[in-house]
């Protein structure tokens, strides 16, 4: 069984910066794409950012050029630096990983439970 756990939200003013890091452990052989999502309150959760196994990382539009996806293969991490945080960024942030627990086994998608992030004004 695969685990992602989330750490680094909290409250933070505009401006602010916050560091999230999500981690898995378990059964892993290697993990595929790393992804992390928000969800604010009466929304649809929405990707974020996402960063491929081969380091090709992409970002929701709003956020390119103030937050950086990153990941750590060794560690099994992914890591999200946000800066310039607004208010229109608080929300539930969760990562996800497609990750391959055996030789043997298809890789599936495996969520965290979430950690809040809230950007005053």
């Keep these: ?32 794409t790393w992804a992390w999502y928000r969800q604010a309150p009466g929304q649809q959760r929405e990707l974020v950012a996402q960063i491929t196994r081969g380091r090709i990382s992409d970002y929701q539009d709003s956020v390119k050029g103030r937050f950086t996806i990153s990941r750590d293969d ?10 310039s945080l607004k208010p229109e960024d608080t929300g539930l942030y969760y990562c996800s990983a497609e990750v391959q627990p055996t ?9 965290g439970q979430g950690t809040q992030v809230t950007v005053s004004s």
């Excluded at 409250?11 to 595929?32: E, F, H, K, N, T």
């Excluded at 099994?76 to 800066?83: K, R």
């Design 74 to 83: 060794v560690m099994n991490i992914a890591y999200l630096w946000m800066t």
């Design 103 to 111: 030789d043997s086994e298809a890789y599936r998608t495996y969520w």
């Design 1 to 32: 069984q695969v685990q992602l756990v989330e750490s680094g939200g909290g409250l933070v003013q505009a401006g602010g910066s916050l560091d999230l890091s999500c981690a898995a452990s378990g059964s892993i052989l290697r993990v595929y």
